[in-house]
T-cell receptor, first 113, second 115 residues
Framework: NAGVTQTPKFQVLKTGQSMTLQCAQDMNHEYMSWYRQDPGMGLRLIHYSVGAGITDQGEVPNGYNVSRSTTEDFPLRLLSAAPSQTSVYFC????????????FGEGSRLTVL | AQSVTQPDIHITVSEGASLELRCNYSYGATPYLFWYVQSPGQGLQLLLKYFSGDTLVQGIKGFEAEFKRSQSSFNLRKPSVHWSDAAEYFCAVGGVTGGGNKLTFGTGTQLKVEL
């Protein structure tokens, strides 16, 4: 019963380094998304996808890239990490259409020095 | 643009006392409304959701919420709080318009339960 799986759970980067946060879901959900969570700011949407080959920007997309080559996977790429990207990142998925329940991964804590 | 306001950053209640967490939303059409709970170091879990119909919605763990369109509110309630309810609670809004694929979250309310 895996649900939404995120890796890694913890990562420390130096400024300017690149990395990819992995997200996989086994529920055949069409919709997938990435949020970042910062103290006092709740969850903010970075990017989302309504199906394979389709992605769109959320509220805070700068500094992040995504792709959706399969229904199952939705990786988040940081091309040149900055200290402002220190955060906890959550991947979430749900069935297609509006309004469905989002299922969340357990989060990835990223620190950029 | 859709938005959610949770005016209480922190709330402390005694175990066994009643609880109400406030949520106000802004949305241009009929909203979908959600309450999620997050325990420390964990992802978010859905407590309940409102799509349409009865404005009083029952959820898991004894929680309920009432949708009041006239007040643009969706407050979360529990008649008797348990120590295990200590967590952070998030209200969220989405809908069927072009923004419906985006779920917007409030900034959260941290609940502390005193024994």
């Amino acid at each position: 019963n895996a649900g939404v799986t995120q890796t890694p759970k913890f990562q420390v980067l130096k400024t300017g380094q690149s990395m990819t946060l992995q997200c996989a879901q086994d529920m055949n959900h069409e919709y997938m998304s990435w949020y970042r969570q910062d103290p006092g700011m709740g969850l903010r949407l970075i990017h989302y996808s309504v199906g394979a080959g389709i992605t769109d920007q959320g509220e805070v997309p700068n500094g992040y890239n995504v792709s959706r080559s399969t229904t199952e996977d939705f990786p988040l790429r940081l091309l040149s990490a900055a200290p402002s990207q220190t955060s906890v990142y959550f991947c979430a998925s749900r069935p297609g259409g509006a309004g469905g329940e989002l299922f969340f991964g357990e989060g990835s804590r990223l620190t950029v020095l | 643009a859709q938005s959610v306001t949770q005016p209480d950053i922190h709330i402390t209640v005694s175990e066994g006392a009643s609880l109400e967490l406030r949520c106000n939303y802004s949305y241009g059409a009929t909203p979908y409304l959600f309450w999620y709970v997050q325990s420390p170091g964990q992802g978010l879990q859905l407590l309940l959701k409102y799509f349409s119909g009865d404005t009083l919605v029952q959820g898991i763990k004894g929680f309920e919420a009432e949708f009041k369109r006239s007040q643009s509110s969706f407050n979360l309630r529990k008649p008797s709080v348990h120590w295990s309810d200590a967590a952070e609670y998030f209200c969220a809004v989405g809908g069927v318009t072009g923004g419906g694929n985006k779920l917007t979250f409030g900034t959260g309310t941290q609940l502390k339960v005193e024994l």
